[in-house]
DNA sequence: GTATATTTTGCATTCGAAGTCATTATTAAG
DNA sequence: CTTAATAATGACTTCGAATGCAAAATATAC
């Protein structure tokens, strides 16, 4: 029942004899205090249990050692090793990490209203749909974004991309010196830009080869979706020989429908890619052939470029794009042209 | 280049021709402001864009409005999906997530000295190891801790737990009615409290049918080390005719290294049992057999049992214990007891 | 209408550390 | 040993909202 007062900086000042200031001085660093006070101040802060109050710093120095992570969970397999990732380098700066799920009832604009009343450092927003009036705000506010896998127009907003035209024509290179001539896209959903663009990329890529009107089925990046798109799309179709899908989730469930219920092989009858490299595209019942998201070096980034805006606010925006690594898995095989 | 000052309740309290104290109350529930009031302030604040700043607040009411979650992350699938769901219905109850990665360098001692000086409201360790003097430390500084999946002795720390020994025994039951004779143990990592309890459970659950001595391989919750664990057993010894897995992800692990490494089919050639349902648990090529926890109602009972906590400190501290439901998957077969 | 109860209001203070500035102690240079 | 330069220190103010309290305004009862 005894309510414990906080140990403040006065109170380890009084018994060390020293100002208020001292002891604050000392808790800093690059702080001229002499070795003396520095001694008898750590000794008594020691003594009393005494730790700085940070919201009490936040307060005084406009600096709450806090970025906003947005993410629009779920969706993929790949976003906790990104948020792991994230959280690892902005400890090391010495930033914490505070957590938004855009996917919930709650919407943007909840969300943005706590980013603004927390005097955040920054924010990191993982492929989270913005537009640029959302960028606008945030310039209003004066808070740097990095944007993760999303590029906004006009490059109003710093972001770490990766390079998704280079994988994506790199898995089209593939299939297409395997002689494959039936292909089928299942992008990620409408809503998401990341699923957008590599939608977008795939059939370009398939077009520079002289395929057009090549179909696409649309799914939400979960198992379940890839295997009812290809069934979908089976119902009415002769069978593709390939399948270009918007994630290795849904990839994974194409092999598996396919499989089970088409009785078709993978990849000596449909020859199956994916795009993120997860940990279960090296099970050994998939092998799946995909793009592996450079997460290091683009986690590393996004962190690298909100430290350096939040340094220097008046920095243009900065874009840096990764390549993916090709995973060579046991998907992609000869295309079965009958005729 | 102009360095926008922010908007505080002084300046809404000047332009609507009322005192700091209106804004603020305006600004609080259940506080009395009179209608007219109310209206001039909202304008006025409308107007400039004010916002309350939360830093303000936290300092003079001494509640940040935050809930630290650390976690140990990547060690197992369902992790993302629990940090999800409490982050949604932490929002719900207007309360952040601050987030904390006990796997990286920094350790338990670091994160702590950061949720002291944050002043957090309280604090939910999802499976991260606890003893009982890190528990006095919340103590002392008064800070409402939940832990998840982790009992501490003494009942001194609240905690929400999968019922592992139903789960468990249910599994054991089930190969114990197939006629197994032959088990295998496979446990998740001696630091992990939750595999530990596994496996004792198991080991337990099998004395009761009789069987002593089950030989127990160790992997970390990881697929390969699923896979390494069975063929290292393998190399030494009989082949088991069940397997009961630590965690999802090993178990898929020891199907695949089963089947491809040792011709083995599952189920009629060996049965494999997991624990936690993970979604790829369904996935065709697997379908695994297994338990899943309950996350939903954790999760929930997580939140209600720390507001409660925040609410009145005084309050013992809760238990609740949560029993899991069989997935009946197609690992699990009649014994193949060959003599 | 007055007297009493109730709601609104503003003043002044508080939360806890950090920054400004003038003053004092210490060191280095001559 | 004096003078100049530098380092260390404390008093006071600041950040921005919340709150106890007394005064003022409004509502209710008689």
Redesign the pocket.
Known sequence: MTKT?????????KIA????????????KG????????EKVLATANDLG????????M????RSGMVAVILSSRVNLIYPEVLSLLNKRLSEKDERVLLFNLDDAAGLDDILEHIW?FQLDGVIAIAAHFDNESINKFKKHQIPVVLYNRRVAGHSASSVCCNHEQGIFELVDILDNFDHKNYLVISGPTESDVALERCELAIRALANKGYKNVPVQYGDFTYKSGRHAFSEYMASHPPPTAVICGNDTMAIGVIDEARKNFGLRVPEDLSVVGFDGVNAVFWHSYQLTTIKQPVEQMTKSAVDILLEQIASPENPPQLRVWSGALIEGNTVGPARNEK
């Open positions: 007062k906080r140990v403040t900086s006065y109170d380890v000042a004899g020293v100002s208020q200031s001292a002891v604050s001085r000392v808790f800093q702080r001229s205090v002499s070795k003396k006070t520095r005494y730790q700085p109050n940070a919201i009490a710093r307060l005084i120095t406009k009343t």
